[in-house]
């Protein structure tokens, strides 16, 4: 009998989170849920692994198996920015290594204007672990084991953001570590963030389904209602720093699992956590009854922290 994988446990908790979508000019859209290529460079962050380690960063990449799941819908922001790139004082910029980095290429004058689109005062569980044996030509030796990735989030080599630098989390990525037959499994045993709770100012506003994305291939587990089957573009070419190929992913819901100890908000005026996503084509809590015709085109996304 095959043992049960390790799976680690990570909250997703901040004032904005931006999870990057298709890009069309100027306009940089967000998806509702972090991507394959973000885990994965957040991972790699955290791990100190330097981005032009582009094998290492691809061999991660196709080990980490994951799943989401919604535990606050959040709401849109979206943020107007103009800058004129020809300032002196904008030639160099801090990066997360700790360094200076100047501006490559020809030199851009005059305003531009920028559209950035934000998931504001969300919640996510995510649920990953590392599955060896998963990448072709590559040794499983050289891959981070669970207790790695644990050490990483807990004490990161350099900063870490979901998405955008700016969005910097709000509380520890770590929430625990357990045994499960998948990723998704180990989310409907994993209890509703404490966050969520204290959020809604009154349990009883509480959302009575959560939204989860998983791989398609993975098993779907008891108490999970799958509403749709969705393509999703999230995987990236570390050499060419473009996204590639196409993959499967599952979205369902489940009934909301009981909440961690937390002290509840008493505050009768508080908001529902019921607000939905705005522009996104799916709506947490509201996914049982959506047609296939109704998928989107899901677009790449930025690796791990960088702009969506």
Known sequence: MTAE?????LRFDAPMMSFGGVTVDDRR???PRPGLSLLTGLLANGLGVDHAERDRLGALQSALRFAVRCDRSGRLLQDFQTVDLGQDFLQAGWTTRGAPEGRGGGTKTGTHIRLRDYLVDAVYTVAVTVAPGHVADADDSDLPTVDALEHAVRRPERPLFLGR????PSRPLFAGRVRAESAVAALVAAPWADEAVRRTGRDELAPAVLTLWWSADEATPGGVTVGRRLPVWDRRDWWTQTHTGR????EGTMPRPLAEPSPLAS???AESVSGGLGDFDSVPYLADEVSAESIGPAGPERAGGSDG
């Open 5 to 9: 994988p390790d799976i680690l446990l």
């Open 29 to 31: 859209v967000i998806d």
């Open 165 to 168: 630098k700016a969005c910097l």
């Open 247 to 250: 993959r499967w992913i599952l």
């Open 267 to 269: 505050d009768p005026s």
